[in-house]
């Protein structure tokens, strides 16, 4: 047994060190459910009971901010739509996405005045709420009636009436039952239209459109009307409502706008609630005299302190790691989508002179808003998939398959270009890529081959 002594080195985090990194990390959300919930745990921490009516120059003007980009982008305004505030579409189906209903709801709305015994409708509420995202209802009607206590045949007759409601198609429990049930609701529908959907789903869907004719021994151009008529259709009529369910939560974390000829930047505080200290518990813990009250109530002003400055210190360094995201993506913000730059981790962190776990904390669960849209802050972050031999400009993938799809809109639809063609267009380009690259890129954009993209007929 031997005794030895050693120098080592340790980075040891402390309590508010951690607590702060997990701030930094929080989106505007997030920070606003733990505010809430200090409040409830430190009673030193006393919260703005009315944020809307705050004189806070900042809230006020990202209000007014949110205000501008909802009236100047459709996109935007589904983000932000008050329902004291935005204006009522007409009454159809298709906007009760305004109007912030969900599907069950407006389903249940269509059957108020309907006259069901108690059985039956607790069958019919059960099938209302068991649809998915899609609208679909995916379970096993036979397990529906065991559960129940009836016939096989009652759940099927109460399904069928759900799939008699609005939007066309709910209910449906496949895609074929989805398209048909659509079908049916048109006056002296198309029999062909009927059994291409019923038989031939899957040669529609690679653009076999010659093969459907001669199977069915109809012409190339009843079959291209007939898929024209499909098209038409909606193959997923809860995505309406599923849509808004997922994008109403969704809040910004920093908006961005053009004025004059910058950019200018603004984090969102008006998120989440302004907080102050207790003037009151402030002087308890100077003059109470019993020992424990005074430490509890020195270790609560404590916490709350360093909560505050880790706010302070998030949106500080959220600031100016916008600030540098914002001008390496100019081009991005200036023209939309398809114009990004790459753009890394390591390349923010040299500008910012951070850390690049800093970085990644601070892009973590957060959104950017600007006149494009909302886009999660991780979007911007871009790898170098290709660079021009001659300028040495470095392409991104989200640029190469913008070029990409500016050959495939330009293309012969009567000979469509081959992966390898459009590889040599984008080389001519100066977009050096192989014809696997190509192939690869063109699935992701969820655009068919070759075959997939003919068109028939005259």
Known sequence: MNQNLELTQKQILSQHMIQSMEILQMSAVELEEFLENLSMENPVVEISENRQTETDAKALEMARKLEWLSSTDTQNRVYYEDDGSAERAESNWQDIRDAGEDLAGYLMSQLLTADYLDEERQIIDYIIYSLDSKGYFTEDAKEVAQHF?????????????????????VGARDLRECLVKQLHRKENYSRITEAIILFYLDEVAKNHLPQIAKKMKISVDEVLDACEEIRSFNPKPGNAFSDRERLRYISPDAVVVLVDDHFEILINEYQYPKFTISSFYQDMAKTVEDAETKKYLKEKIAQAQNIAGSIEQRNSTLSKVLNVLVEKQQDFFLKGPGNKRPMRLIDIAEATDLHESTISRT????????????FPLNYFLTSVAATNKQSG???????????????IDNEDKKKPLSDEAISKCLKEMEIPISRRTVNKYRQEMGIPDKSGRKEWGD
Request: hydrophobic fraction near 30%; glycine fraction near 8%.
């Open 363 to 374: 892009l973590r669960s957060k959104y950017l808003q600007c006149h494009w849209g909302v």
């Open 149 to 169: 206590g009836v016939s096989e045949h009652t759940v099927l007759h109460l399904l069928g009436e759900v799939q008699e409601l609005d939007p066309a198609g």
């Open 393 to 407: 400009e470095e392409q991104t993938p989200e640029y190469i398959k913008s070029k990409m799809q500016e050959v």
